[in-house]
């Protein structure tokens, strides 16, 4: 695989914008779980080893266990491994990041706002988004997780 440029090198206020989504991400209110369960299924999605393996360690430390990140990508025929709220943040994930499709239906939508504040729909929608950017540019840029772990 041949190397790429490093977005953060050549165009640091790119990278600069993107930690302060980060930050905003970071700082929503939204359980941390409920982000990490975000970022490992959109990861999944567009085949981002960087960001899985990232962030299913982030989730480990947080206090997820092993068999739900292992059954995440299958979640949606588990019955009582997700709550009914994880799994609309998941269907969420899936449709925002599979925009192409059909997009955020209004069935998710609807079920979401069973649970959540409108506000809270919007950080969940963002969180979304963020790692959506965040795959892209790792992807983009071939970074690999041997760059990282040595």
Known sequence: MQNRINIGSV????????????????????????????????????GCAYCIDMHTKDALKNGETN??????SAWHETHDIFTKEEKVVLKITEEVTLIHKN?????????????????????????????NAWNRIAISGHLKIEEVHG
């Open 11 to 46: 165009e640091p206020n790119a990278l600069k914008a993107m930690m302060g989504l980060e930050t905003y991400i970071a700082q929503a209110p939204i359980s941390k779980s409920l982000k990490e369960l975000i970022k490992i299924r959109a990861s999944q999605i567009n």
């Open 103 to 131: 997009g955020l239906t209004d069935e998710t939508y609807d079920k979401a706002l069973k649970f959540f504040s409108d506000n809270q729909i919007a950080q969940i929608i963002m969180a979304v988004v963020v790692i």
């Open 67 to 72: 068999q739900r990140i292992f059954l995440i």
